[in-house]
C-alpha cells in the first residue's frame, strides 16, 4: 500500500530523492546515506505490521523516509547525534508527511531500546575507526568510541527476544551476536538479514 498523495516516482533513484536535501548533503549521498534501493529491499524485511523498527545513526532520515512510504503499517523511527542531519531528516519528513516515520536528536547509549522491534543498521561508527569518511567534525570520533557503540549494541541486540530482525549494510559481522542468524543476502554481500532464534 503506498501513501495516498505522493509520486512514487519519487523513490525510484537516489538523485530524484537525494533534491529534498540541500547540496552539500547531497554530495555526501553515495558514501553515508543509504540508497533508494537497499531501503526498499531492508524496509522490505524489516516491516513488520504494528512493529517499530529502528534506525542507529539514521542520518538524514533516508532509510526511515523510502522504507516508511512502501510500509505504513510499520513505525520507522531514526536516531541521529548530529543535530544538523537530525534537522533535514525532520524537514524531510514534513515534506513528506509520513505519520509512521520519526526521528530522534540524541546519543543511541540514552536511548530506551525496549521500545523497539527490529533494526537497521548502516554501520554508523565507521568514521570512528577511519577519518577519511567522516561526514563532519561536529562530534567526536575515536577509536575507543568505536568499541564502546560496537559492544553496547551488541549487548543491546542479545538482549532482544527471538523473531528481533536485524538487517546490516556495510557491517562487520562481530558485531551482530551469535543468537542472530543469517537469513538473506537479497543485493549483495554487504547487505545481511538476520533473524534472533
Known sequence: ???????????????????????????????????????????????????????????????CLVAGFFH??????????????????????????????????????????????????YNPFYENIEPHSRIDYAVKTSFELYDRYSRFVYEMLDKKPPETRLVTFHGADSQVPLSYQLVGNSYSRFLKMWIKE
Not at 25 to 36: C, E, K
Not at 57 to 62: H, I, P, Q, T
Open 72 to 121: 505504513p503499517e510499520t513505525t520507522f523511527c531514526g536516531i541521529e547525534q548530529r543535530s544538523e542531519l537530525f534537522t533535514f531528516a525532520e524537514i524531510a519528513r514534513e515534506e513528506i508527511d509520513l505519520p509512521n516515520v520519526n526521528f530522534l536528536h540524541g546519543n543511541l547509549i540514552d536511548l530506551d531500546f525496549d521500545n523497539y522491534d527490529h533494526f537497521y543498521f
Open 1 to 63: 500500500m503506498l501513501h495516498d498523495t505522493l509520486s512514487p516516482s519519487l523513490f525510484d533513484k537516489d538523485h530524484i530523492f537525494d533534491d529534498l536535501y540541500p547540496e552539500h548533503i547531497q554530495a555526501l549521498s553515495a558514501m553515508h546515506w543509504t540508497s533508494v534501493d537497499i531501503a526498499k529491499r531492508a524496509g522490505e524485511f524489516l516491516a513488520i505490521p504494528n512493529a517499530k523498527v529502528l534506525d542507529i545513526g539514521s542520518g538524514v532520515g533516508k532509510f
